[in-house]
Nanobody, 125 residues
Framework: QVQLVESGGGSVQAGESLRLSCAAN????????MAWFRQTPGKAREGVAL???????VYADSAKGRFTISKDNAKNTLYLQMNSLIPEDTAVYYC???????????????????WGKGTLVTISS
């Protein structure tokens, strides 16, 4: 069993930055793949960024160049640094954990075994 707890969400102005954190409890992140997803009302949850256990990263087109996913294996924590935020980034952001993930394209992530409860990010213009 793995518990994921996100933090760092909030309300900021367009152009500003936020860093999301996800603390993983129960299993070391070093041997797992982890990802960030986001969801807005009425839309399907979409992949934002994924990091494999070997450090390889995948970014959705909407995130590439503005967001950076990283993890601290010693702290069992996943991060998402989000810069140059725009109103379209407004969503609930979810941390995800998988023992064996795979992707098709830049935003389709599979093999997710656990989800966090989400943290709300609101960007105003």
């Amino acid at each position: 069993q793995v518990q994921l707890v996100e933090s760092g969400g909030g309300s900021v102005q367009a152009g500003e930055s936020l860093r999301l954190s996800c603390a993983a409890n129960g299993r070391g992140v070093s041997s797992a793949c982890m990802a960030w997803f986001r969801q807005t009302p009425g839309k399907a949850r979409e992949g934002v960024a994924l990091i494999y256990s070997d450090g390889r990263t995948v970014y959705a087109d909407s995130a590439k160049g503005r967001f950076t996913i990283s993890k601290d294996n010693a702290k069992n924590t996943l991060y998402l640094q989000m810069n140059s935020l725009i109103p379209e980034d407004t969503a609930v952001y979810y941390c995800a954990f998988g023992y064996r993930c795979w992707t098709t394209g830049r935003a389709n992530y599979y093999g997710i075994d656990y989800w966090g409860k989400g943290t709300l990010v609101t960007i105003s213009s």
